[in-house]
């Protein structure tokens, strides 16, 4: 799904990621971890195309990245869904419309669309509230919503950057368990966190692979977490 080789990434001449090589499997679930600053949410850029690396290569569902023109991203933001670390929307449309908004973009057919927007909304727990204004919710909820607004193109790999950032516990694992669902319908999932018990409270629900940054390297994390 994801493939680096010797991939790196510099701001303004300085490198911030060095020589990454890796291969994220269809199917996979892979945590990301390492220091504030140290180039998490620049290597999830660089998985779904919105970076493209100075150094070596990064393929995307098969392709190189560095190859790609504007119709090739366009494709791929639709296989690829992607939870911001700020989640933004826009504040002058409901919750229902925000999260239906990727579908109108893309120029779907809303009334003849199999995707069922409520049933998605009541998967993240959001049925009562779909008539919300993005200022009205919660930090939970608009972070479950992020989440549906990823999904709604049914992504074959979704990326989520911090998506517990500003939840508490109960409803950190209550956002994990949707994308262990994901997974478990054969999605591949990416998640950067910075909160080491959320990834071992995982562990017991599905088989992830846990990478670190470190010293502007992508490193593989020992079983000791
Ligand atoms: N557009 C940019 N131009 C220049 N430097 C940048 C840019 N974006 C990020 N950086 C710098 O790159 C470094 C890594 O940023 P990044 O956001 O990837 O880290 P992170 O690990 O996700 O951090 P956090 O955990 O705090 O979100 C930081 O020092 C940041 O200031």
């Not at 010797?6 to 269809?26: F, K, P, V």
């Not at 100075?54 to 939870?83: E, H, I, K, Y």
């Not at 908004?101 to 069922?116: F, K, Q, R, T, W």
């Not at 959001?126 to 919503?145: I, V």
Request: hydrophobic fraction near 45%; charge should be negative.
């Amino acid at each position: 799904m994801i493939e680096l080789e010797n991939a790196a990434y510099s701001y303004g001449g300085a490198e911030l990621l060095s020589d990454m090589s890796l291969q994220l499997g269809a199917g996979s679930f892979h945590f990301l971890t390492g220091p504030s600053g140290a180039g998490k949410t620049t290597f999830l850029k660089l998985c779904y195309a919105e970076l493209v690396p100075s150094a070596g290569t990064v393929r995307l569902l098969g392709q190189d990245v560095r190859q790609m023109d504007r119709d090739d991203v366009a494709r791929l933001r639709r296989r690829v869904g992607v939870v911001h670390q700020d989640c933004q929307f826009l504040d002058h449309l409901s919750l229902r419309e925000n999260i239906a908004l990727p579908l109108e973009v893309s120029g779907h057919d809303m009334n003849a669309d199999s995707i069922n927007l409520d049933e998605l909304l009541g998967w993240v727990g959001l049925a009562e509230r779909a008539r919300a204004l993005p200022p009205e919710l919660s930090g939970g909820e608009r972070q479950r919503a992020a989440l549906a607004r990823a999904v709604i193109m049914s992504p074959d790999v979704i990326i989520a950057d911090e998506p517990t950032g500003n939840i508490d516990w109960e409803m950190s694992l209550r956002l994990l368990t949707l994308l262990v669902e994901l997974n478990k319908m054969g999605k591949t999932i990416v998640i950067a966190t910075h909160d080491l018990n959320l990834i071992r409270a995982t562990k017991a629900e599905v088989s992830a692979r846990v990478l670190r940054i470190a010293n502007r390297r992508l490193q593989l994390a020992g079983s000791d977490l």
